[in-house]
């Protein structure tokens, strides 16, 4: 099935460092959600956007919802080793949410 | 949020059998969701299931390899029929709650 292409695939960083990955599709979406995964657990949702060029912000995570609505993005600020894991976008297209292909992070002490 | 668990969490089972995966919410739901995870890959929907009616399978899925049933709008279960090594994931439940989806803990399957 279709997926989202994320970027970077993988990333290594030291701990305090900020950190931005993006996902992008060729079509257009009406919501956009960040997810995290821990090994062996599900997805948990971060951040959720509904309106095109909205800026949402959590703790020390921040998404935008692209203004062409085919792409969206996510920010770490001082990133600390429990943000160690997979971020996932989903765009949601009618009752449906496509996954990306995934960002997994991990982070140098 | 919904809280939604997963039975079994795990399970190593022999070419050929069967599994059925349990998925309960701790509030009702119209619609809920059945995901599979392949080894390091991303989430790909397998079916959506609302109560009362068949599921719905994406492309690639059918209802005699993952027959589902969704008997009220709290519980739902997703059987793996004949299994193969190559069904080695983890599979998923979801539901949607205010265009916002959550999911369960997931349940690791491993085929030998």
């Known amino acids: 099935g279709q997926q989202l292409n994320q970027s970077p695939q993988s990333m290594f960083i030291q701990e305090g460092e900020d950190v931005s990955m993006n996902c992008t599709s060729s079509?257009?979406?009406?919501?956009w959600l960040w997810y995290k995964q821990d090994p062996g657990e599900g997805p948990v949702l971060l951040i959720a956007l509904y309106k095109a060029g909205e800026l949402t912000s959590n703790g020390r995570l921040t998404a935008q919802f692209g203004i062409t609505r085919k792409d969206s993005f996510l920010n770490i600020s001082a990133s600390i080793p429990s943000d160690v894991g997979i971020y996932f976008c989903?765009?949601?297209?009618?009752?449906?949410?496509?996954f990306g292909t995934g960002t997994r992070l991990k982070v140098l002490a | 949020s919904a809280v939604i668990s997963q039975k079994p969490s795990r399970d190593i089972c022999q070419r050929g059998t069967s599994l059925t995966i349990q998925c309960q919410v701790d509030?009702?739901?119209?619609?809920m969701f059945w995901y599979r995870q392949q080894p390091g890959q991303s989430l790909t929907l397998i079916a959506t299931?609302?109560?009362?009616?068949?599921?719905?399978?994406e492309s690639g899925f059918v209802i005699d390899k993952f027959p589902i049933s969704r008997p009220n709008l709290t519980f739902s279960t997703l059987t793996v029929s004949n299994m193969s090594p190559e069904d080695s994931s983890i599979y998923l439940c979801s539901v949607e709650q205010g265009n916002e989806q959550f999911f369960g803990p997931g349940t690791r399957l491993t085929v030998l």
């Open positions: 509030s009702q739901v119209t619609m």
């Open positions: 299931a609302n109560q009362g009616s068949e599921a719905t399978y």
């Open positions: 079509s257009i979406f009406n919501t």
């Open positions: 989903a765009g949601r297209r009618g009752y449906k949410y496509i």
